[in-house]
């Protein structure tokens, strides 16, 4: 059975932001497939996010301008297969 990784994204207004899990363990935060954070819990890069501390990120918005839920259960989750190094 191959590892996975959880990803959760949300679509807002400006962009998909998503909290992506590592293989080694720790997530990213990714806005526009850029990587403006290391986080060693979603929870934690949540947090961030929603509080809008992660600095300047591809948006025009502020994160906190957003409506960005701060439940993770309210983000899509999706799990990634990741090939053994």
Do not use: C
């Not at 363990?25 to 806005?31: L, P």
């Not at 060693?40 to 025009?60: N, R």
């Amino acid at each position: 059975m191959k590892p996975t990784v959880s990803i959760y994204s949300y679509e807002t207004r400006e962009g998909v932001i998503e909290i992506v899990g590592r293989p080694a363990g720790g997530f990213d935060v990714r806005i526009e497939g850029e990587i403006l954070g290391y986080y060693h819990s979603a929870e934690q890069a949540l947090d961030d996010i929603v509080g809008d501390h992660l600095g300047s990120t591809p948006f025009d918005t502020g994160l906190d301008q957003l409506g960005i839920p701060d439940e993770l259960s309210e983000w899509n989750k999706r799990m990634l297969a990741v090939a053994r190094i």
